[in-house]
């Protein structure tokens, strides 16, 4: 038995030596010796079970509408998912906002800033209505970072909106930081400012670093025939636009916890929960105390005609899904209240056909 053994520890040592001393196989000269090929993360895409009967219904309620409607709405807990009209590019106006308050919390995430940095206010940053530019008309003094976010997006404050967008890299960089995280159809081309005084009609650089009085001051000089030419073109022009589709991907992908950490989503929702703007929208059909958190988009009025009216948001069920809603309407005509109603009597459609305890389950009704 010992002689096997000894025959058996020669061996090992054998076939180690030749393996230590054997030449190693190498690339030929001026080739690249080979690597492991790194692969992309997968996106898994989450199931949908499309509810024709909801749609339907949203279809209805969109062939009477005033103006250009697209309406998404999609069940984050079971895949359901309703679409009128869903690749139709309206100008977001103030949901441009929600895209900011994202990449300035990212920002957060990566330490380049805290929610409680201290933001400067600058002239070019103030508008003539709003808190911030009601008090800092000129400018100066600060502001903290979280503040500016409530009241950007609490009351869709114009200067908060600037002041953070600078903070950002500007508009350009907002719709880069989409585009880097597949979210397509959203487009941020402006700040507030100038995109209130294309309205207006003003040529660009007009106020560049004029106050908050000067700006009241030189869009009040306007005559009618310019704010018309403004006014017609600016339904047209395909800057500041975005769809209904990419609202609605925009906020479950935030609601998944896909875009910021857990800390910085759950403050982002909370802001949103507390919104204040045009209450006659999203909440206004709604059961009171349901939970809505959205943000609201309001364009303006000249000779009968809105830019767009938008209500984008997740409202909570009585059942406990969530439910991602965004209704864009495009240069509606005739009074204001006429295209709110649009939007409230679709959240309360979609509220009634997704808030049973059994309802799409399976994706169908």
């Known amino acids: 038995m010992k002689r096997v053994v000894a025959l058996v520890v020669v061996a090992v040592a054998v076939l180690a030596t030749w393996l230590a001393l054997r030449p190693v196989s190498r690339a030929p000269s001026g080739v690249a010796p080979e690597r492991p ?94 808190w911030v530019g009601d008090r800092y008309p000129r400018g100066g003094g600060h502001l903290t970072l979280h503040r500016l976010l409530g009241e950007m997006l609490t009351r869709s404050d114009n200067s908060s909106a600037d002041a953070l967008m600078r903070l950002a890299g500007g508009p350009r960089a907002v719709t880069e930081w989409l585009e880097r995280h597949d979210i397509h159809g959203l487009r941020v081309d402006r700040p507030e400012r100038a995109l209130g005084n294309d309205w207006y009609g003003l040529p660009p650089g007009a106020d560049t670093n004029g106050t908050a009085e000067e700006i009241r001051e030189i869009r009040d000089q306007v005559t009618d025939a310019e704010h ?71 364009g303006g009025t000249w000779r009968g005609i809105t830019v767009a009216i938008n209500d984008i948001g997740v409202i909570h ?29 679709a959240a309360r459609t979609v509220f009634d056909a997704w808030s049973g305890a059994d309802s799409v389950r399976s994706g169908r009704r």
């Open 37 to 130: 090929v790194a692969t992309a993360p997968v996106t898994i895409q989450e199931p949908e079970h499309p509810d024709t009967v909801l749609e339907a219904r949203l279809r209805a309620i969109v062939s009477r509408a005033p103006g250009n409607v697209g309406i998404v709405a999609k069940n984050l807990a079971n895949g359901a998912v309703a679409r009128v009209n869903p690749d139709t590019a309206i100008p977001l106006m103030s949901v441009v906002k929600l895209p900011v308050a994202i990449v300035v919390l990212d920002g957060v995430d990566h330490g380049r800033w805290s929610l409680t940095t201290p933001i400067p206010l600058l002239p070019q940053d103030m508008h003539p209505r709003g």
């Open 228 to 298: 018309d030419s403004a006014a017609q073109a600016m339904l047209l022009d395909p800057r500041d636009t975005g769809t209904p589709e990419a609202c609605v991907l925009l906020l479950e992908r935030l609601w998944r916890g896909k875009l910021l950490s857990a800390a910085m989503t759950d403050t982002l929702k909370s802001i949103l929960g507390r919104c204040r703007t045009a209450p006659h929208r999203m909440p206004a059909l709604l059961p009171r105390g349901t939970p809505v958190a959205r943000k609201t988009g309001t």
């Open 317 to 345: 069920l009585p059942n406990g899904d969530d439910v991602a809603i965004a209704a864009l309407v495009g240069a509606p005509w005739g009074p204001v209240p006429r295209a709110e109603r649009v939007i409230a009597r």
